[in-house]
C-alpha cells in the first residue's frame, strides 16, 4: 500500500504511542487532584505487542512515531523499545515527549538506541511556581536534563508549555524569550479541557491570539516555515533570535484538517482522535490470537471512525472519560 489515507483524505503517516499512564509528577492541568486509577502492569501492552503493532502500521504508511505518558522514562528498558523501533525498515522519525525529570539519566542511553527528538514539558521557570503546578521539586533536574541533550546534540529540542491564567501566564515573555539565546523550539500550548476537570475552566484559558499579543512586546512575530515535520504548530521568530516560536491552538484554531495521526495508548487502544472515545482495542485482539491481517483491518478501521474534526468548542469539555495521562500526551 502507497500509505493510509483516511475518509477525509488525510494522509496518516504518523502515530503516538503511549506506553505507561504513570508519571513521576501530579500536574495540576493533566491529573485530577484526586489522582488516578492507575492501569495494572497485565493490561499495559509489552514492547513485543507494541513492536508487532508497529510492524504493521509501517508496512501501511506510518512513518513517525512518537512515544509518550504518563511520563514514558518511568517504564523500565525504554531504550530497548527504542531500539527495537528504529530497527523497523520504514520508520523515519523517533521522538519523545517527557518532563525531563528523568533525562539526564538517560539521554545517552536515548540518543544511542536512536532517538532523534525530545519534547520536554516545562510549565515553569520559577522553583516554587513549578513545585506548585507539578507538585514536585524537580526543576534543577529537567534544566541539567535539557543541558545534557543539547550536549548529546538533539536538535531541535522543543520545550512546551501549557500557559493557564493565575498560574503561570506571568512567564509567558520570560519563556519567549529564551528563543534569544538558544536554538530551542518554546511551544505554547493552548489549555486543554482533557485531564483535571476540576482546573480548567475558561476564565483560565489564554488564546493565542492572547499570546501573540504578549509575546509581540519583545519583538515582530515573523512567521517561518515549519521544516522540523508535519505537526501542529505554527512557527515564528523573534527578531535576532535563534530558536523558534510556536503555537498550538487546538482550542481556538484547530488543526482537524491537517491531522495525521493516529494515538495507541498504554492498555493498547487505538485512538483515532484525541477529543474523542471512539477507540478500537487492539490488544484485546491480540491477546485472543489474532493474525497480522485481523489486526491491519483493525489499523485500517481506526481510519474509518476518525472524526473530520473535534467538537471541544460546542460540547461539554468533561465529556472526554479519559484523562491526558490515560491517553498519551
Request: proline share 5%; charged share 30%.
Amino acid at each position: 500500500m502507497k500509505g493510509l489515507v483516511d475518509t477525509y483524505n488525510r494522509k496518516i503517516d504518523y502515530i503516538r504511542i503511549s506506553v505507561t499512564d504513570r508519571c513521576n509528577l501530579r500536574c495540576i492541568y493533566c491529573m485530577p487532584s484526586e489522582g488516578v486509577r492507575e492501569i495494572i502492569h497485565s493490561e499495559i501492552l509489552t514492547y513485543e505487542e507494541i513492536i508487532r503493532i508497529l510492524s504493521i502500521a509501517t508496512q501501511l504508511g506510518i512513518k513517525k512515531v512518537r512515544i509518550t505518558g504518563g511520563e514514558p522514562l518511568v517504564r523500565k528498558g525504554l531504550p530497548s523499545l527504542i531500539k527495537s523501533i528504529s530497527d523497523i525498515k520504514g520508520i523515519e522519525e523517533i521522538s519523545l515527549t517527557t518532563n525531563g525529570v528523568l533525562l539526564k539519566r538517560f539521554a545517552k542511553e536515548l540518543k544511542d538506541a536512536g532517538l532523534q527528538r525530545l519534547n520536554i514539558s516545562l510549565d515553569s521557570m520559577d522553583p516554587k511556581k513549578y513545585e506548585e503546578i507539578t507538585r514536585g521539586n524537580h526543576l534543577s533536574d529537567v534544566w541539567q536534563g535539557i543541558k545534557i541533550s543539547e550536549e548529546l546534540g538533539f536538535s531541535p529540542i522543543k520545550i512546551n508549555m501549557v500557559p493557564i491564567r493565575g498560574f503561570n501566564d506571568d512567564e509567558i515573555k520570560e519563556f519567549a524569550a529564551l528563543t534569544f539565546d538558544k536554538p530551542h523550539h518554546i511551544r505554547f500550548i493552548e489549555f486543554m479541557p482533557t485531564g483535571a476537570k476540576d482546573i480548567w475552566s475558561k476564565e483560565k484559558y489564554i488564546s493565542t491570539k492572547e499570546l501573540k499579543e504578549i509575546i509581540s512586546k519583545l519583538g515582530e512575530l515573523m512567521p517561518i516555515k515549519n521544516e522540523w515535520g508535519s505537526g501542529p504548530a505554527k512557527n515564528f521568530q523573534l527578531p535576532g533570535a535563534k530558536g523558534v516560536i510556536g503555537f498550538i491552538s487546538a482550542i481556538s484554531d484547530h488543526f482537524c484538517a491537517g491531522c495525521n495521526r493516529l494515538r495507541l495508548t498504554s492498555d493498547g487502544k487505538l485512538r483515532p482522535c484525541l477529543f474523542s472515545d471512539s477507540e478500537i482495542d487492539l490488544k484485546k485482539a491480540i491477546r485472543e490470537g489474532c493474525d497480522d491481517n485481523e489486526l491491519q483491518r483493525l489499523l485500517l478501521l481506526g481510519l474509518q471512525i476518525k472524526p473530520e474534526k473535534h467538537h471541544i468548542n460546542e460540547s461539554d469539555p468533561n465529556a472526554i472519560e479519559r484523562p491526558m495521562s490515560a491517553i498519551g500526551g
